[in-house]
């Protein structure tokens, strides 16, 4: 079964870097998200994408954060300036269509600020 | 703002009992989504109800959206071990054309042996 894939697993960065995760959704997707999930809390949305552009952003999803999908495969999670708070768990995830379809996610990458 | 609620937060049970999880929006939704996560993981699929009073089942689960469209129930009937994690609601407002979720913030459940 296709399945969303990410990377890195985990990631560990100096408070003020920058970082870049990545994810490449099911091929035949075209709805692309990001969430967040602080270690034992609820899964947070930042920022839904398609056609190219950014169709919805959370209030969390501020100008430390970029999406973009630089070539027909990946889509990718820039935070600028990373702070300590930024440390959770980022998980992918894509859909078919808005409408009556599952997100399928993917296994997250888990960012650490230091 | 939107919120869904979802309790309890802890659910301890024996194996064989059975466990329900209750979510709430504070606005109508067009759709509910559960999903579940094992320790460690992420969330999975589990079943999408669209329609008021809607009922559905999945071998021992049954999910169940209310009549308002504004909660909705998980049950487990005869927990197994393999029960364990923890389940999410997960709901699209009602009018909504975009894809985001808000998600409840989970109920975990731990099946005794």
């Known amino acids: 079964e296709p399945e969303v894939t990410q990377t890195p697993s985990h990631q560990v960065t100096q408070m003020g870097q920058e970082v870049i995760l990545r994810c490449v959704p099911i091929?035949?997707?075209?709805?692309f998200y990001w969430y967040r999930q602080i270690l034992g809390q609820k899964v947070e949305f930042l920022v839904s994408?398609?056609?190219?552009?950014?169709?919805?952003k959370s209030e969390i999803f501020d100008d430390q954060f970029s999406v973009e999908r630089p070539d027909g495969s990946n889509f990718t999670l820039k935070i600028r300036s990373t702070k300590l708070e930024d440390s959770a768990m980022y998980f992918c995830?894509?859909?078919?269509?808005?409408?009556?379809?599952?997100?399928?996610f993917g296994d997250g990458t888990r960012l650490s600020i230091l | 703002g939107q919120q869904v609620m979802q309790i309890p937060q802890y659910q301890h049970v024996q194996e064989g009992e059975d466990f329900t999880t209750y979510c709430n929006s504070s606005?109508?939704?067009?759709?509910i989504q559960w999903y579940k996560q094992r320790p460690g993981g992420h969330p999975v699929f589990l079943i999408q109800?669209?329609?008021?009073?809607e009922v559905k089942k999945q071998k021992r689960l049954t999910f169940q959206f209310g009549e308002a469209k504004k909660n909705s129930s998980l049950h487990i009937t005869a927990t197994q071990t393999t029960d364990v994690g923890t389940y999410f609601c997960?709901?699209?407002?009602?009018?909504?054309?975009?894809?985001?979720?808000?998600f409840g913030r989970g109920t975990q459940l731990t099946v005794w042996p």
């Open positions: 606005t109508t939704l067009s759709n």
């Open positions: 995830a894509s859909s078919a269509r808005q409408f009556n379809q599952p997100q399928h």
């Open positions: 994408f398609y056609n190219n552009e950014i169709s919805e």
């Open positions: 997960a709901g699209r407002n009602r009018g909504s054309t975009l894809g985001r979720l808000y």
């Open positions: 109800l669209v329609k008021s009073g």
């Open positions: 091929s035949n997707h075209l709805y």
